[in-house]
Nanobody, 117 residues
Framework: QVQLVESGGGSVQPRGSLRLSCAAS????????MSWYRQAPGKERELVAYITSGGSTYYVDSVKGRFTISRDNAKNTVYLQMSSLTPDDTAVYYC???????????WGQGTQVTVSS
């Protein structure tokens, strides 16, 4: 049974930091590209960052220099280190795993991140 379980969300003040984790099970984690998406109220879900099976990374412009995605294949876990948070980062953050050139595409349940003073 495939599972992606996010954790680490919460409330933080502007300029604060959080680290999100996504624990994967039920599939060959090391072969999958892993991504973090987010969805703010009233907005479409957007890609925040991804990391390929080979370790290459991509970030949306709005988080470059503030967020870092990483993976630990031994722990089947992907992380999103977020710093210098602003209220615009408030959203539900979702973990996604996708196997290239296939239809294998898995989602977590999401974790809420709220940035507010």
């Amino acid at each position: 049974q495939v599972q992606l379980v996010e954790s680490g969300g919460g409330s933080v003040q502007p300029r604060g930091s959080l680290r999100l984790s996504c624990a994967a099970s039920g599939f060959t984690f090391s072969s999958y590209a892993m991504s973090w998406y987010r969805q703010a109220p009233g907005k479409e879900r957007e890609l925040v960052a991804y990391i390929t099976s080979g370790g290459s990374t991509y970030y949306v412009d709005s988080v470059k220099g503030r967020f870092t995605i990483s993976r630990d294949n031994a722990k089947n876990t992907v992380y999103l280190q977020m710093s210098s948070l602003t209220p615009d980062d408030t959203a539900v953050y979702y973990c996604n795993g996708r196997l290239r050139r296939t239809s294998y595409d898995y989602w977590g349940q999401g974790t809420q991140v709220t940035v507010s003073s």
